[in-house]
Every structure is written in structure tokens, then in C-alpha cells.
């Protein structure tokens, strides 16, 4: 369902032209509350530490629910808190065998990426009007699969 505007040129020239404005709609956000279920859920219990095979390339361990533990990054000994920013997945091996209460750097170990704060996407849309251009590719998605109904000339 495009819709066409029409420009008129010298007259007799009659050229379609695509659509000027879309609706789109962006899934509204919010943060979880902090827990340790919440932690092993966005991590989905790969210990967040890399780990390294006998010819020394790393990989990623995932955990089985009774080698997972809540590692504090920053730990509590040194003023780390209970947060997204500072809580990880890790194995229980990296966690009480190598880190031991120390920081990463302390005990040589090496954060996958930096602990974050998950969001979960609310059941309501922010709506927003945006102008179409053919030749970006993720608007000509868009517009194929997400937009049926709503147009704005
Ligand atoms: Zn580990």
C-alpha cells in the first residue's frame, strides 16, 4: 500500500513520487528490576570471562545452573555494589578458583563485554512520523513488512 503523490510539470508531465511521511511506531522500554535471576537472564549464563582452550584461544563458557554465580566486577571488599553495571555471570571457577575477590585486572582475567542494564520492551509504541526515502533499504523494509496500514500524506 503505497501512496503516490502526484506533482504536476509544464502542464501535461504527470510524475509519481513516493511517499513523503510514514508513521512508524518504536516499541516503548523499560529496565528490569535488579536481581540475580535478572543477571544470569541477560548474560544467559555465559560466564562472563573469557576462557581459553591449550592453544591459548578464548571461547565462551556457558554455565550450567550449578556452576553459575553472581561475580561482583568491582568487588564488594572495595565498595562495589549490588547493581546491573557491577554484577556478572561467572562460572564458578573463574569466580572463587581465579578471581577471588579481586578486580579482573588483579586476578588476569578478561570481561567478554561491559555489564549493562537489560531492558524489556513494554507492550505499548512510541509513534513518530518520519519522511521515506526509497533507496534506504531498512526504510523499504519497514515499509514492506512492519507498516500495512498507517500512511500520512
Ligand atoms: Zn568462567
Known amino acids: 500500500m503505497k501512496l503516490l503523490v502526484l506533482l504536476v510539470f509544464q502542464e501535461y508531465l504527470i510524475v509519481p513520487v513516493t511517499v513523503l511521511k510514514f508513521v512508524g511506531y518504536h516499541p516503548k522500554t523499560e529496565e528490569i528490576n535488579f536481581s540475580k535471576e535478572a ?18 584461544h578464548k571461547f565462551l563458557y556457558k554455565c550450567t545452573p550449578s556452576e553459575r554465580t553472581l561475580d561482583h566486577v568491582l568487588p564488594k571488599s572495595q565498595g562495589g555494589k549490588n547493581s546491573f553495571k557491577n554484577c556478572v555471570c561467572s562460572c564458578r571457577h573463574c569466580n572463587i578458583n581465579i578471581k577471588k575477590g579481586r578486580t579482573p585486572e588483579e586476578a588476569g ?24 526515502n526509497e533507496n534506504k533499504l531498512s526504510h523499504r523494509f519497514y515499509a514492506k513488512h512492519i507498516l500495512k496500514a498507517e500512511k500520512v500524506s
Do not use: G, M, T
Not at 582475567?109 to 519522511?131: S, T
Open 109 to 132: 582475567l578478561k570481561l567478554i563485554r561491559k555489564p549493562f542494564v537489560p531492558k524489556r520492551n513494554k507492550k505499548d509504541y512510541v509513534r513518530h512520523k518520519f519522511a521515506y
Open 39 to 56: 543477571i544470569f537472564e541477560r548474560d544467559n549464563n555465559y560466564c562472563q570471562y573469557w576462557h581459553y582452550d591449550e592453544y591459548n
